[in-house]
């Protein structure tokens, strides 16, 4: 039986190129697109109906079924494309997600979005030093190979806000892994997100931050590898 694909899903102001190390040691085949406001579709205006549409349009140019794995932003757009686009979300891996959009991190992230969307260029550079630190070597600039776009901030807080990926979770019935790093701070309402899941599974990653789930790219394509194993086989 063929390998089931990977769509993997960026997180907010870089691209699909933050996936490159995992997509060189995955097995199953895979795509891992720009979302609007970002990279290729720097032009195109962010909103979440339009990430889900060029995540759908992704799994559909894959066969119509794909596993869908995301960090920070792109876990909280796979599960929105998981609950508007069931069929097509054979599995979903959700990582560095599981905080409630709103409060505390709302804020800091509009304050912050204001303040890169205002001056773009020195917050890039910024942006970029900061993910080199974090993760040296080949990962980290795998981050910023596709370029950084943090005047998108603004909107994509905006729309990361206005869902409930909570609910969203609770309208999909399909297999879910929650995936976060021990330390990373948007773990804080896992154990909500995990009792919405209808089929959902929860790990944590030791010594890892929120973006440092990504130190070991070896390790990420095995688990990848191994969900959509296991999502292939049920289906089978």
Same mark, same amino acid.
């Given at each position: 039986m063929a390998d089931l694909p990977v769509v993997l899903v960026h997180g907010i102001r870089v691209t699909g190129s933050m996936w490159s190390p995992v997509r060189s040691l995955l097995r199953s085949p895979s795509a891992a697109p720009d979302l609007p406001g970002h990279g290729s579709l720097s032009g195109v205006p962010y909103d979440m109906d339009a990430a889900c549409d060029v995540v759908a349009e992704c799994i559909a140019g894959l066969g119509g079924r794909a596993l869908v794995a995301g960090l920070s932003l792109g876990g909280y757009v796979g599960i929105a494309?998981?609950?508007?686009?069931?069929?097509?979300?054979?599995?979903?891996? @959700?990582?560095?997600?599981?905080?409630?959009?709103?409060?505390?991190?709302?804020?800091?992230? &509009?304050?912050?979005?204001?303040?890169? @969307?205002?001056?773009?260029?020195?917050?890039?550079?910024?942006? @970029?030093?900061?993910?080199? &630190?974090?993760?040296?070597?080949?990962?980290? +600039?795998?981050?910023?190979?596709?370029?950084?776009?943090? +005047?998108?901030?603004?909107?994509?807080? +905006?729309?990361?806000?206005?869902?409930?990926?909570?609910?969203?979770?609770?309208?999909y019935p399909g297999r879910v892994w929650l995936v976060n790093g021990a330390r990373d701070p948007f773990r804080v309402n896992e154990i909500d997100f995990l009792r919405a899941c209808r089929n959902g599974s929860l790990t944590r990653i030791s010594g890892r931050g929120h973006l440092t789930v990504l130190a070991a790219p070896d390790r990420m394509a095995g688990f990848l590898d191994q969900a959509a194993d296991a999502v292939r086989d049920r289906v089978a």
């Open positions: 494309t998981a609950a508007r686009h069931p069929s097509m979300v054979a599995g979903l891996v @959700a990582i560095g997600c599981t905080a409630r959009p709103g409060g505390s991190f709302a804020r800091v992230y &509009r304050l912050a979005g204001r303040l890169a @969307a205002r001056y773009p260029a020195p917050a890039n550079r910024i942006s @970029a030093s900061g993910f080199r &630190r974090a993760l040296p070597g080949p990962a980290g +600039e795998a981050v910023v190979a596709g370029g950084l776009f943090c +005047e998108v901030v603004p909107s994509v807080v +905006e729309a990361v806000t206005s869902e409930d990926p909570v609910v969203s979770l609770a309208r």
